[in-house]
């Protein structure tokens, strides 16, 4: 009896020193497997989104163009040359004024839009589909539709302009008024968008809080409107307005078809310099330096966003 | 403070009836439960009388007046919802003070900045922030003024709907279920502090609810709805001990009310219990007979009728005990024992039932309460009751 328990400590101290090894073992081959696991996800991200990053940053400081064999460093060249660019200071003018534009003009259209919607007894799921369209087809294809309204000499929007009094003209090819044509589009091709947001967000509003205002004494469309739709809307809003900028900031489909910035660079946005510096006139590091500022404004806007939606807007 | 009364109200929801011919006068200062299964119309009524609903034919009156073509702000009512409705964008202070605000600033007033400087509203909203102050003092709430309502608790948030109710002294409240999201020991605090909070402000209260213990401790008077229809108004006395209606019986009163299947003896109108004569006397037409648990008294050796204990509950103050009759096989039961009688420790064994003679209640086939007393000798007790 005595022998089989102490056999049987011995048994279970040897266990236990197995038991230690075999978890450090175990902890070292679960880390390594962790990191093995992880691994596919870290080349591509490295791969796809740092590498790029990180050489079109590389890139602005060399005086590479495309085609050429070798590069030579050359600091801030890049940037020196941008302050002394009109066309630079042109094109993000331009950008902020798109962004400027397109922004309200599309959040307030598509609050109302969704409100009118909402308000229907029938019909809803049309009008969502009607407004909905021009976020669903591509942009370079309605541009060309656009192209084609604006023409001066059988374009609607002119023939109709004319009717009222106006030159027939292409407005696209005006000075003064091709930036503000793309803003039409920019805001009539993100409406949509938009709406569906602010559908999403008013059905999210409970019934009763109309009721109990109603009861308090608040019985106007526009108090409705001002004491709960308005505030209860705000994170929804606060999400438009920074995915719309996001997206006025990339403008360039609108741009390339319709105007290739002209005329007189009264249409040159960002990504479009980008795109004429690094594929028309082949100064890659050029367009990466401009790359780098347009990169500075999406961060700002991202740095926003995940600072404001996540702690400001929410009530609970 | 004021009367409300509720006349010939019909409602319908497309094909189905919600409320039908549906009467009730609720004096002022009066506190009334409307009560019935998830349903019943009880809710429909409520937001009829804030007109937040509209009844398809007849009227509300509220202190004399006709409020039947008035908006819900214009009836001056206060209601406090089920799910509180607080604007979760306003701190408590401001969620208070809305109805006030409503009432005596103009839209112009009620401006965010601008509205302070504009004439009038600072005397306005000082006497606003006075009486939010004094309400929320009363509710003891005073030290949430600052929070937003996503910041406080399930009770404090009902305080706050409250507070948002009585600061506009309307002439009657409304309150929809105000106490289901609470857990239960809330609720029983709560219920005592909506209690004492009627007593205080003697105003009129329609108080809609599923749970008969919370009409029970809370009203004046309860009405009782059923498929769309009042079905009995009365105290809570009343309606427990003298219910109208079969499924009024049923509804109030925990454990439920016994129903035993009876059998009317022609001629002497003694009813018989599986043959047993159960000491009283009922009409020919009743098919069945009610007895609260309570009237049940449970005996290890003698009794009306025999049974098997089936199941038996401790609850410390009291043992509930469920008894499957051997006549009746089809019939359980429950019986209210008190404290300390130890019927947990003996399911299974037998046990005999009789009943409180003066509290049985008969109801005829349709489920309507017919006439019914003790009269003739008990045969468990061989003693005979004298009865007119």
Known sequence: ??????????????????????????????????????????????????????????????????????????????????????????????????????????????????????????????????????????????????????????????????????????????????LPVLCIIGIWQSLGFNMVLFMAGLSGIPRSLYEALELDGGSSAWTRFWTITWPMLAPVTMFVVIITAIRSFQVFDTVHVLTKGGPNNATMVLIYQIYQEGFDFFRSSYAAALTVVFLVFIFILTVIKARTIENKVHYS | ?????????????????????????????????????????????????????????????????????????????????????????????????????????????????????????????????????????????????????????????????????????????????????????????????????????????????HDQVEAMTMSDRIAVMMDGNIIQTGTPDEVYDNPTDIRVAEFIGSPKINLIPVDVEPGRGVALLAGADSGVVAEATAVCLGVRPEAVTISPDNGLLAGTVEHAENLGSEEYVQVRLHALPDTLITSRASHGTGWTRRVGSTAHVSFDRDRILAFDGAGKRVACQPGVPHPASGKAVAHG
């Open chain 2, 1 to 209: 403070m004021a009367e409300v009364k509720i006349r010939n109200v019909s409602k319908r929801f497309g094909d189905t009836s919600v409320l039908e011919n549906a009467s009730l006068t609720i004096a002022k200062g009066e506190f009334v439960s409307l009560i019935g299964p998830s349903g019943c119309g009880k809710s429909t009524l409520l937001r009829i009388i804030s007109g937040l609903e509209l009844q398809d034919a007849g009227q509300i009156t509220i202190a004399d007046r006709v409020v039947d073509d008035l908006r819900p702000s214009a009836r001056n009512l206060a209601m406090v919802f089920q799910s509180y409705a607080l604007y979760p964008h306003l701190n408590v202070a401001s969620n208070i003070a809305m109805p006030l605000r409503m009432q005596r600033l103009n839209s112009f007033q009620r401006l965010p900045v601008i509205g302070r400087f504009l004439p009038g509203s600072s005397a306005a909203n000082d006497g606003i922030a006075r009486q939010v102050r004094d309400a929320a003092e009363m509710l003891d709430i005073s030290h949430l003024l600052e929070r937003k309502p996503g910041q406080l608790s399930g009770g404090q948030r009902q305080r706050v709907a409250v507070g948002r109710a009585l600061v506009c002294n309307p002439a009657a409240f409304l309150l929809d279920e105000p106490l289901s999201n609470l857990d239960a020991k809330l609720r029983v605090h709560m219920r005592t502090e909506i209690a004492q909070l009627h007593r205080r402000l003697q105003a009129t209260f329609i108080y809609v609810t």
């Open chain 1, 1 to 178: 009896m005595a022998d089989v328990t102490l056999a049987g400590n011995r048994y279970q101290a040897a266990q236990k020193r197995a038991d230690r090894r075999r978890t450090s073992m175990r902890e070292f081959r679960m880390q390594g497997l962790a990191w093995m696991l992880a691994l596919p996800a870290l080349f591509l991200m490295g791969m796809l989104l740092l590498g790029p990053l990180l050489a079109v940053v590389l890139l602005s400081f060399t005086d590479y163009s495309l085609g050429n064999g070798s590069l030579d460093w050359r600091g801030l060249d890049n940037y020196q040359a941008m302050l002394g660019d009109d066309i630079f200071y042109k094109s993000i003018g331009n950008t902020l004024a798109y962004v400027g534009i397109v922004v309200p003009g599309s959040l307030v259209l598509g609050l109302g839009a969704a409100l009118l919607i909402e308000s229907l007894t029938r019909g809803k799921a049309f009008w969502r589909a009607v407004y909905f369209l021009p976020v669903m087809a591509t942009l370079i294809a309605m541009a060309i539709v656009w192209e084609f309204m604006m023409s001066a000499r059988f374009g609607i929007i002119p023939q109709t302009l004319a009717l009222l009094g106006f030159p027939a003209k292409n407005w696209l090819q005006e000075t003064a008024t091709a």
